[in-house]
């Protein structure tokens, strides 16, 4: 979700029915965490799938069946990779953005990449859940969704500074550094509540920056596409990738930090 900046009261016209969307998507999302297991594993193929197809709409120069293609092709090779668990699964992640590299679009390189950082949110994100359990995941959707609500209204209601005007013209720093605050409180809530590891305050905030790049990841590829949303699926807030792009750039930076040391190392008993 893009960090709009100030507005005048009418920009708030769609606040309702953004609150309503994101009520049905926390519930889905709780009770998949919940439950875990291949019902938490089948709805995050089933959104990669859904953010794959929405990345080769937005950049395919005419309407053509590519999308649909690339889409099943996606919740294929992340099935696939889930299952096999080696090192042949970074293979299948790679599929779609062959794919998308030997078709003619727009951007075919930066298409590629983020359909990369896409698949690979997708098998973080599983992978996150079996590791590491329930915690990490609670926390990383907490740390993310903190970063995202709070640098929101923090950047409508102070303005400022732009962030990046260039790729993002409507994100402030006020509400950039308001979500790496609002991060770092779900860490000290960890750190007095479950006894974890003090450590998780700053990376709390660490991972929330990665967030806030894979939102402005997004509105560059959307920027250069020259479309507003990533499709018209959720009511208020556009596509699926335009609701989980700051969780993609969350969860590749937790992969990339896992290499160095596991996550669910810092959280308490």
Request: glycine share 12%.
């Amino acid at each position: 979700m893009t960090d709009p900046g100030p507005a005048p009261a009418g920009k708030w016209a769609d606040l309702r029915t953004r609150i309503l969307s994101a009520a049905v998507m926390v519930a889905v999302g709780a009770l998949e965490i919940w439950l875990g297991g291949t019902a938490f594993a089948a709805l995050v193929v089933a959104l990669t799938a859904v953010m794959i197809w929405e990345l080769a709409s937005m950049t395919a120069p005419s309407r053509q069946r590519s999308p649909m293609v690339l889409a099943a092709a996606a919740g294929v090779a992340l099935m696939l990779a889930l299952v096999l668990r080696t090192d042949i699964a970074a293979l299948f992640l790679m599929a779609p953005t062959l794919m998308l590299l030997a078709t003619t679009r727009h951007d075919r390189r930066l298409a590629g990449a983020y359909a990369l950082a896409i698949m690979l949110a997708g098998y973080g994100l599983v992978t996150l859940r079996f590791g590491a359990g329930t915690p990490a995941i609670l926390w990383l959707v907490a740390v993310v969704v903190a970063s995202d609500v709070l640098g929101y209204f923090a950047g409508r209601m102070l303005g400022g500074p732009k962030f990046w005007p260039a790729v993002s013209p409507k994100k402030t720093w006020s509400g950039t550094v308001v979500g790496w605050l609002g991060a770092a409180l779900v860490g000290v809530g960890y750190v007095v509540f479950q006894g974890a590891d003090w450590l998780l305050v700053p990376l709390s905030a660490l991972v929330a920056f990665a967030g806030q790049m894979g939102d402005i990841a997004e509105s560059w590829v959307k920027r250069r596409a020259g479309v507003k949303d990533a499709s018209n699926l959720i009511p208020g807030h556009g596509g699926v990738l335009d609701r989980f792009d700051a969780l993609i750039g969350a969860v590749v930076a937790v992969m990339a930090l896992g290499l160095v040391a596991p996550v669910s190392t810092l959280f308490g008993g």
